[in-house]
């Protein structure tokens, strides 16, 4: 038998935090820190399927999530496969999800975050030409305001710096991909909502009123409307608190972690050593669960 490594202990310490925080919320729990894109919906797949086929524990799965975004349309497949074995899967977020990562979020059956966590406006990314993912919301914005400042001007001559630059930078089809995906994601939080986050909201907080399923619906659409107005956000990384989506404009109920010192100490057990393993090993994004590590890269 050789002597132990360091990666063993490590990996070894992480099944067992893995296990507490099952244990805390009677649940089985997967790490999801990537990038909505594929291949990771692939990944994804692989991981959950596992789990479902051993469940030690009832059908309901907690996703630690933590991604700085991707595709919408990966998202709808995560959500898939995710409700293709489980009736329940509620989100921790214990740091950041956002853009298409706060849609995959808002598409739980509860959301846990605590002070520190935030998710973002509905802002599709796209691939640039250098291989990076650019948010598609600040590309619409600095569109329609080079339209508005040549169709503003009351000589043509004055713009023409603008009306190259738009000619140039701008592609018309890419435009409306990325309007396409904005509308895609309002679609799909406004039938999630409903479905899942809603299904309990029998009567008002503070009325006691009877909530109907038009009234779910009517909330839903309002949420999506507000996280996907780019005029509001203004940025793919502004970070929207807890408090700020339970206040009066998004009033969105969400579980803040914080208050309790047993899951908040379970929570950050697991994640803070994923995040400091994966660093050390220079991981930019992994899927871990109780089987290990799905996806690493």
Known sequence: MGSPKSEDLIEGALLGFNEQLSEAMAAEVIFVGCPMTPPWDDVLRVSVESL?????????????????????????????????????????????????GTVLALSGDDIWMDYHSVLGPIDPQYG??????????????????????????????????????????????????????????????????????????????????????ADKQVRANQIAETLGDAAKWHSHGRGITCDDLGDEEIKLKINNYGKDAHLRTAIRNYYSLLGDYLGKRDWKAAIHTRNGFGGMQ
Request: hydrophobic share 45%; no cysteine.
């Open 52 to 100: 479902a086929e051993a469940r030690k524990l009832p059908e309901k799965l907690i996703v630690v999530l933590e991604t700085g975004g991707g595709y919408i349309e990966t998202v709808e497949r995560m959500v898939r496969v995710m409700r293709t074995h489980f009736a329940i899967v509620d989100f921790v977020v214990p740091n950041f999800a956002y853009s298409a």
């Open 128 to 213: 640039s030409p250098n291989g990076n993912y650019v948010p598609g919301m600040g590309y619409l914005a600095k569109y329609q305001e080079l339209v508005e400042k040549i169709n503003a001007a009351p000589d043509a001559s004055k713009v023409r710096a603008e009306v190259a630059f738009l000619v140039e930078k701008f592609d018309p089809a890419h435009l409306f991909r990325i309007e396409q995906a904005i509308e895609h994601s309002k679609t799909l939080l406004k039938a999630w909502l409903p479905k899942y986050k809603f299904k309990d909201w029998e009567r008002r907080t503070t009325s006691g009123a009877v909530v109907s399923a």
